[in-house]
């Protein structure tokens, strides 16, 4: 059984489109979060959701927009698809409403953007 | 704001040799974690290090914390091929978990 899933695994698309990104988890957890690696592999933190709530917001260019319809789902659709936005996105989630509680990370989604 | 830095960035091993890798963080970070990323793949927790003097094993890796130092440390003893991967470790700090640049680890015969 998938812990955290995503979906697609992969996203190739033009820039300037419009995509998004889904990420559900059956472990029951209260905290998600969306995570970018980029090419050199450092991952950064970019938002965390909390019982459909958001909690972290860091420092993300507002066409990156996080939406949590239940504290299972944390998806990310992403305006104007820029070529600095090709990466991995990692979600992840945790349990309870402590943010320093493990993650649990997803398989990641590969985006390229031409 | 919380800053973490890992040494080395690179590191080529025996099988069979030990080595350390090293974890620095800035400020007070609540808890220390390592993960383990294999190549296209997703990141594999390994250890929660909650404590000053905490250390957790598991297999031929060995993850300590020294939170006066502000330092991490994972051991690896008696290196096999399966332990190449790329080693994360990450602190937290306003609930954010900031993560170390990685280190690549290769272990050749």
């Known amino acids: 059984d998938t812990a955290v899933s995503q979906t697609p695994k992969y996203l190739v698309t033009q820039m300037g489109n419009d995509k998004s990104i889904k990420c559900e988890q059956n472990?029951?957890?209260?905290?998600m979060y969306w995570y970018k690696q980029d090419s050199k592999k450092f991952l950064k933190i970019m938002f965390s959701y909390n019982n459909k709530e958001l909690i972290i917001n860091e420092t993300v260019p507002n066409r990156f927009s996080p939406k949590s319809p239940d504290k299972a789902h944390l998806n990310l659709h992403i305006n104007s698809l820029e070529l600095g936005d090709s990466a991995v996105y990692f979600c992840?989630?945790?349990?309870?409403?402590?943010?320093?509680?493990?993650?649990?990370f997803g398989p990641g989604t590969r985006l390229t953007v031409l | 704001e919380l800053k973490v830095e890992q040494n080395p960035l690179f590191l080529s091993m025996q099988e069979g040799k030990n080595y350390t890798i090293y974890c620095n963080y800035s400020t007070t970070s609540d808890r220390l974690y390592w993960y383990r990323q294999d190549p296209g793949k997703s990141l594999e927790s390994l250890f929660v290090l909650l404590s000053n003097g905490a250390v957790k094993q598991e297999g031929r890796l060995m993850a300590s914390l020294d939170t006066k130092a502000r330092l991490s440390t994972l051991h690896i003893t008696a290196a096999v091929h399966d332990l190449s991967a790329t080693y994360f470790c990450?602190?937290?700090?306003?609930?954010?978990?900031?993560f170390g640049q990685g280190t690549i680890l290769t272990v050749h015969p």
């Open positions: 990450g602190g937290t700090s306003y609930g954010k978990l900031t």
């Open positions: 472990l029951g957890h209260d905290t």
């Open positions: 992840a989630s945790s349990p309870g409403q402590s943010l320093y509680n493990e993650q649990f």
